[in-house]
């Protein structure tokens, strides 16, 4: 321990930095935690199973438990929720008392507040709106951003999407893609815009003109 003036650090907590989880007064509840850090876990009283590595990781988590947070103030306000990872300076830095979210990349998730169960994987990955919960959506890519729940945001639009798999996209459907056709859909299509090609083969095709 370095510069931490609390002599109670709970049971088989590793502790490392100043005032990192200085707050804690209870032997019983707080244990199995590794801090490190200048004011990493600052205000946590209760909770197991934590890994705060970096200065103000997890500053106001008070009663969570099983968070990781590696980097500089990543999942700063995190006050008591449970099974989140933050890798990446102030990833997940907003998140106040959601659980099982993943962001990886600096600001990753950022301004998610009570979003649970989203994905964050890429630098600036975000939410469209802090004020709003969205909860089983995942952002992949720079600055991708999703703005509703049950959502995959691939990239910007400033982006174009390449797959090179020559054995076809399957949509709508858990099963490989009918043998040679590029694209599989299972289900209705809308399309606004032109549809061109050398050979269009399908069935039961509707459209408005």
């Known amino acids: 321990m370095s510069n931490n003036t609390n002599t109670n ?3 088989n907590n590793s502790v490392l930095g100043s005032w990192a989880l200085s707050s804690t007064t209870n ?10 850090g200048s004011n990493s876990m600052l205000k946590h009283t209760t909770g197991s199973y934590n890994t705060s590595l970096g200065a103000g990781a997890m500053t106001f988590n008070i009663t969570g438990s ?8 990543a999942l700063e306000y995190n006050t008591n929720s449970e099974n989140n990872t933050a890798i990446g300076t102030q990833a997940l830095f907003g998140q106040l008392d959601g659980s099982n979210n ?12 009570s979003g649970s169960y989203n994905t964050y994987l890429g630098a600036n990955t975000d939410i469209s709106a802090s004020t709003i919960l969205y909860t089983n959506s995942t952002a992949l890519g720079y ?6 729940s049950k959502q995959i945001v691939l990239g910007t639009s400033g982006e174009f999407v390449c797959i090179p798999s020559n054995r076809g996209l399957s949509i709508g459907k858990t099963t490989a893609p009918t043998s040679d056709y590029a694209l599989d859909i299972s289900g209705s299509m809308f399309v606004t815009g032109d549809i061109s090609g050398n ?9 408005n003109t």
């Open 199 to 207: 050979t269009m083969k399908m069935n039961d095709v509707s459209a």
């Open 66 to 73: 099983r968070n990781v947070a590696v980097g500089s103030s």
């Open 9 to 11: 650090v709970g049971n």
């Open 102 to 113: 993943t962001a990886i990349g600096i600001n990753a998730g950022a301004n998610d507040i």
């Open 27 to 36: 032997e019983i509840d707080t244990s199995c935690n590794s801090v490190f």
């Open 143 to 148: 600055n991708a951003k999703i703005d509703a």
